[in-house]
């Protein structure tokens, strides 16, 4: 029973949005044993785009290309730990770990670029994004704090590194 009601609620929403699941190419499909997502180009992943994109980043970097737009797209494109619902949930840990470091990566990418040009507000906003990614990274907290050395900021340096040493601890 409470399959139907679920599905008489979709209904109603897609049916809404133009989407009816008896459109000529409906967005679900019922097979009659069940139901299933029928992509067909209307559907965009976030984690699948991200990953095209640190493909892109991956073959440009390695032909010497300009990976800059494809790296603020990547780090603007993640907004945080995939499916945090489904933490405990065996399937989600490999393919969160996957996209984390992928974006962490990008990240550290697009911090040295912005240091590099000078851009020290951008690279510590970015490495702060990617601490609160993952606040276990020790080259995040290292990146971060040689900025704020660099910066002529050594409190503030003193002050992440103790930060990350005591959540270390804990």
Same mark, same amino acid.
């Given at each position: 029973?409470?399959?139907?009601?679920?599905?008489?609620?979709?209904?109603?929403?897609?049916?809404?949005?133009?989407?009816?699941?008896?459109? @000529?190419?409906?967005?679900?499909?019922?097979?009659?044993?069940?139901?299933?997502?029928?992509?067909?180009?209307?559907?965009? &992943?976030?984690?699948?785009?991200?990953?095209?994109?640190?493909? +892109? /980043? $991956?073959?440009?970097?390695?032909?010497?290309?300009?990976?800059?737009? +494809?790296?603020?797209?990547?780090?603007?494109?993640?907004?945080?730990?995939?499916?945090?619902?489904?933490?405990?949930?065996?399937? $989600?840990?490999? @393919?969160?770990?996957? &996209?984390?470091?992928?974006?962490?990566?990008?990240?550290?990418?697009?911090?040295?670029?912005?240091?590099?040009?000078?851009?020290?507000?951008?690279?510590?906003?970015?490495?702060?994004?990617?601490?609160?990614?993952?606040? /276990?990274?020790?080259? $995040?907290?290292?990146?971060?704090?040689?900025?704020?050395?660099?910066?002529?900021?050594?409190?503030?340096?003193?002050? &992440?590194?103790?930060?990350?040493?005591?959540?270390?601890?804990?």
């Amino acid at each position: 029973a409470s399959m139907n009601v679920a599905m008489y609620e979709l209904r109603r929403v897609l049916s809404a949005h133009g989407l009816a699941l008896d459109d @000529e190419s409906p967005l679900i499909r019922d097979r009659g044993n069940g139901y299933e997502i029928a992509s067909s180009g209307r559907l965009e &992943i976030d984690a699948d785009k991200l990953a095209q994109l640190y493909d +892109v /980043y $991956t073959l440009y970097s390695a032909r010497g290309g300009d990976v800059r737009p +494809v790296l603020t797209q990547l780090v603007d494109l993640y907004t945080g730990e995939l499916l945090p619902q489904d933490i405990y949930e065996d399937w $989600t840990i490999l @393919e969160r770990e996957r &996209i984390n470091s992928m974006f962490l990566s990008a990240a550290h990418r697009l911090a040295d670029i912005y240091m590099e040009e000078g851009a020290f507000g951008a690279a510590e906003a970015l490495l702060s994004k990617a601490l609160a990614a993952d606040a /276990y990274s020790e080259q $995040t907290c290292c990146r971060l704090a040689d900025l704020y050395r660099q910066t002529g900021r050594p409190n503030a340096a003193q002050e &992440i590194t103790g930060a990350f040493g005591r959540a270390l601890e804990e």
